[in-house]
């Protein structure tokens, strides 16, 4: 081979591995998301640092260490009303949910509002109100075979990914390509922070990753 066109062909290689590198990255800033996780520390977030740290360039959730006497959250500093949120999380065992759209409540971290559940076998794919109505009215409309068609589509033990749209009184949760909430809701918050849950109840670990969100609408 030519001196020249081996250096060209290098020159080839190189260029289309800056493109594949950059791709994730150029086509995340095209659909207009926005990181919620710098992957290095709690920038943006506050929570109870008895509980809530970054490990391998994830947050972790965790009470081995010590137990929670309620349920607490690690919360978003910045409110928002109308989005496209999405998260990646992984569940060691126990009970844990995405809050969207929610509210600070009077005890330390504690939030109140909407919540894409996340649990061992069941709730998981399930809209929960924190502190408020509880499990919501359309989950009743159910049948047992249409709540476990949602509960499989979770991958227990593995990295699960929620996309939740909000916009207006219309709520949609997508687990891992699947549609299992799709509501209008006029009696929900409309604008609200976003937490991160960890549960009362046996010690527990929960992890997120990509946690990355499109506000809607903003003028």
């Given at each position: 081979?030519?001196?020249?066109?081996?250096?060209?062909?290098?020159?080839?290689?190189?260029?289309?591995?800056?493109?594949?590198?950059?791709?994730?990255?150029?086509?995340?800033?095209?659909?207009?998301?926005?990181?919620?996780?710098?992957?290095?520390?709690?920038?943006?977030?506050?929570?109870?640092?008895?509980?809530?740290?970054?490990?391998?360039?994830?947050?972790?959730?965790?009470?081995?260490?010590?137990?929670?006497?309620?349920?607490?959250?690690?919360?978003?500093?910045?409110?928002?009303?109308?989005?496209?949120?999405?998260?990646?999380?992984?569940?060691?065992?126990?009970?844990?949910?995405?809050?969207?759209?929610?509210?600070?409540?009077?005890?330390?971290?504690?939030?109140?509002?909407?919540?894409?559940?996340?649990?061992?076998?069941?709730?998981?794919?399930?809209?929960?109100?924190?502190?408020?109505?509880?499990?919501?009215?359309?989950?009743n409309?159910?049948?047992?075979?249409?709540?476990?068609?949602?509960?499989?589509?979770?991958?227990?033990?593995?990295?699960?990914?929620?996309?939740?749209?909000?916009?207006?009184?219309?709520?949609?949760?997508?687990?891992n390509?699947?549609?299992?909430?799709?509501?209008?809701?006029?009696?929900?918050?409309?604008?609200?922070?976003?937490?991160?849950?960890?549960h009362?109840?046996?010690?527990?670990?929960?992890?997120?990753?990509?946690?990355?969100?499109?506000?809607?609408?903003?003028?």
């Amino acid at each position: 081979m030519h001196p020249f066109t081996k250096h060209l062909s290098l020159a080839f290689v190189l260029c289309l591995t800056a493109i594949i590198i950059c791709a994730p990255a150029a086509m995340a800033k095209e659909e207009g998301y926005t990181d919620l996780f710098n992957g290095k520390d709690l920038s943006g977030w506050d929570g109870n640092p008895d509980f809530w740290s970054v490990d391998k360039g994830e947050i972790l959730g965790s009470t081995h260490e010590k137990r929670v006497k309620y349920n607490e959250f690690l919360i978003s500093e910045k409110s928002y009303k109308d989005f496209s949120l999405k998260v990646k999380v992984w569940l060691e065992n126990g009970n844990s949910g995405i809050q969207f759209r929610s509210k600070t409540l009077e005890k330390p971290w504690s939030v109140g509002g909407y919540q894409a559940d996340v649990a061992v076998e069941t709730y998981y794919g399930m809209l929960y109100e924190e502190q408020g109505r509880g499990i919501m009215p359309y989950w009743n409309e159910k049948t047992d075979e249409e709540r476990k068609a949602i509960f499989d589509v979770a991958k227990q033990g593995e990295w699960n990914e929620y996309e939740i749209i909000c916009e207006g009184d219309h709520v949609k949760m997508i687990l891992n390509g699947t549609v299992t909430c799709d509501i209008v809701d006029p009696d929900g918050a409309k604008e609200g922070i976003i937490a991160l849950q960890i549960h009362t109840g046996p010690k527990m670990n929960v992890r997120f990753k990509d946690i990355r969100i499109k506000e809607l609408n903003k003028k």
